[in-house]
């Protein structure tokens, strides 16, 4: 038997909110523009349920269903800003203080001629 990924059973309370809120953006975004789910199925080449699974936010959908939806209603754009390095200021500070403390050891003079 397959062991199930906790995290896609019972993932943390901000992640589980973001998920379930960008599910029902792209369910926004397909209503917008007149589709059924079955026409988002078949333009991204998948089933109605992947859809509906996204739509409803669970993390047990793959990303390429997020992925391929955004695509879809011309939104993919916003997925390539995601943890962008340039912006991750946390990452950054932490990489500036790893590099202060970095101090090369000195060998000193070698005077083995």
Do not use: C
């Not at 859809?51 to 269903?65: P, Y």
């Not at 939806?69 to 500070?93: C, F, I, N, R």
């Amino acid at each position: 038997m397959v062991a199930r990924n906790k995290l896609q059973l019972a993932p943390p309370f901000p992640v589980e909110r973001t998920m379930k809120r960008l599910g029902e953006n792209l369910r926004i975004a397909r209503i917008r523009r007149n589709m059924t789910i079955a026409d988002a199925a078949e333009r991204i080449g998948t089933g109605p349920r992947a859809v509906m699974d996204a739509e409803k936010g669970k993390a047990s959908t793959g990303v390429v269903v997020y992925a391929a939806l955004l695509w879809l209603y011309d939104q993919l754009h916003q997925l390539e800003e995601v943890a962008d390095p340039s912006k991750d200021t946390e990452g950054m500070a932490f990489e500036m203080a790893k590099m202060r403390t970095r101090v090369r050891k000195s060998r000193g003079l070698d005077s083995d001629f």
